[in-house]
T-cell receptor, first 118, second 114 residues
Framework: AQTVTQSQPEMSVQEAETVTLSCTYD???????LFWYKQPPSRQMILVIR??????QNATENRFSVNFQKAAKSFSLKISDSQLGDAAMYFC???????????????FGTGTRLQVTL | NAGVTQTPKFQVLKTGQSMTLQCAQD?????MYWYRQDPGMGLRLIYY???????DKGEVPNGYNVSRLNKREFSLRLESAAPSQTSVYFC?????????????FGEGSRLTVL
């Protein structure tokens, strides 16, 4: 079974600084998708960024970028120029690409709570 | 756009009571999901429906049943609630196209079982 590990339960960053959240995963598939979701205090789950495993280029969305290391099965999220509104719980998630039973399901990590300080 | 709508948003039950969480999506998505979120555990999949007419167990299905009523609606039922089912429940949907894979979530339903 696929597993997703987030080893940092909590992180803190000063406003305007950069922070990196770690995520590793375990899979035997070669085709899959990876995601970072943000959950602010409102509880709403918001997609931050996605990465297709077949793409070598790291995904970027404004201040958010990933470092995707396929061989190491690592998928970290970098937040640049951190803002107070970035304070939230961040979840890493995995979805298989082709194998029946895994292609439909998202597997989540346990989350990292990010605090942004002045 | 409403997206994914869950009801109710809050519910308190006594042990042994039953209830149904309702979920509807207006995005014409094929796949729908029910997750539960507990502190330190992330989101765990309870049941999912890859397409209308099919349902499958996820990681933690015990104590729950689901019904995919039509393409829009996917309900989660607790037949005999237990304190261990105290959690926040999320419904989600996905278009089913592999080139996206993104899940769209409802706002969550907080359930407390006393």
């Amino acid at each position: 079974a696929q597993t997703v590990t987030q080893s940092q339960p909590e992180m803190s960053v000063q406003e305007a600084e950069t922070v990196t959240l770690s995520c590793t995963y375990d899979t035997s598939e070669s085709d899959y998708y990876l995601f970072w979701y943000k959950q602010p205090p409102s509880r709403q789950m918001i997609l931050v960024i996605r990465q297709e495993a077949y793409k070598q280029q790291n995904a970027t969305e404004n201040r958010f970028s990933v470092n995707f290391q396929k061989a190491a099965k690592s998928f970290s999220l970098k937040i640049s120029d951190s803002q107070l509104g970035d304070a939230a719980m961040y979840f890493c998630a995995y979805r298989g690409g082709r194998r029946p039973g895994t292609a439909s399901k998202l597997t989540f990590g346990t989350g990292t709570r990010l605090q942004v300080t002045l | 756009n409403a997206g994914v709508t869950q009801t109710p948003k809050f519910q308190v039950l006594k042990t042994g009571q039953s209830m149904t969480l309702q979920c509807a999506q207006d995005m014409n998505h094929n796949s729908m999901y029910w997750y539960r979120q507990d502190p330190g555990m992330g989101l765990r999949l309870i049941y999912y429906s890859a397409s209308e007419g099919t349902t499958d167990k996820g990681e933690v299905p015990n104590g729950y049943n689901v019904s995919r009523l039509n393409k829009r609606e996917f309900s989660l039922r607790l037949e005999s609630a237990a304190p261990s089912q105290t959690s926040v429940y999320f419904c989600a949907s996905r278009s089913g196209q592999k080139n996206t894979g993104e899940l769209f979530f409802g706002e969550g339903s907080r359930l407390t079982v006393l």
